[in-house]
């Protein structure tokens, strides 16, 4: 167990429509980094927020959105979804102060988009 | 585009040898290397780093060697057990932040009894 903690774990949803996926992260823990995982296109990054501030971007489409709030879970927020956006969405933690790549990941939430 | 690949996407060894998972990236300016494992139906897990200033660092059961020149790393593990099946990635960092990863696609472990 990670410690890292995501909700759903699935959902099923229709084109259109939108979803928020919430993740909780490590006790301590400031950093959370959001990552999209798909059969066509890997691991790939989406957003870092460290304390409530956006810190990186990577690969997230406008139709995504992501914040982080005053007790530091994150919640994602997908909208006008489109089949494509079917993936395993996961959610990272890391130790603050640290300078190495350790994240820690929680099981992830599973979408399908129907 | 730069990327980090994988060699070979499946990997299948007799438990108890030693399993070799080998990476290449393209991304010179990348000073940092990851190692995660993934196990069905979790999320990824880490495993092991180096940076570019090393060529090898070991851990528990597990040595991961960087050759800068090729470009390439590998993560060995010794006398592979059945827990060690899963996808492993490699990841870079190719903006600076130790955080910020590149993932490979991963290569498949599947140790035989």
């Known amino acids: 167990d990670s410690g890292v903690t995501q909700t759903p774990k699935h959902l099923i949803t229709a084109t259109g429509q939108r979803v928020t996926l919430r993740c909780s992260p490590r006790?301590?823990?400031?950093?959370v980094y959001w990552y999209q995982q798909s059969l066509d296109q890997g691991l790939q990054f989406l957003i870092q927020y460290y304390n409530g501030e956006e810190r990186a971007k990577g690969n997230i489409l406008e139709r995504f959105s992501a914040q982080q709030f005053p007790d530091l879970h994150s919640e994602l927020n997908l909208s006008s979804l489109e089949l494509g956006d079917s993936a395993l969405y996961f959610c990272?933690?890391?130790?603050?102060?640290?300078?190495?790549?350790?994240?820690?990941f929680g099981e992830g939430s599973r979408l399908t988009v129907l | 585009g730069e990327s980090v690949g994988l060699h070979l996407p499946t990997l299948s060894v007799q438990e108890g040898d030693n399993s070799i998972i080998n990476c290449a990236y393209s991304?010179?300016?990348?000073?940092?290397f990851i190692w995660y494992k993934q196990e069905s139906g979790k999320g990824p897990q880490f495993i092991i780093d180096i940076r570019s200033n090393m060529d090898k660092r070991q851990g528990q059961r597990v040595t991961v060697l960087l050759n800068k020149t090729v470009k390439h790393l590998s993560l060995q593990i010794a006398a592979t057990q059945p827990g060690d099946s899963a996808v492993y990635f490699c990841a870079e960092n190719p903006g600076g932040s130790a955080r910020q990863l590149t993932f490979g696609s991963g290569t498949q472990l599947t140790v035989l009894p």
């Open positions: 991304n010179s300016a990348s000073d940092y």
């Open positions: 990272a933690s890391s130790v603050s102060g640290s300078n190495t790549g350790e994240l820690f």
């Open positions: 006790s301590g823990d400031l950093s």
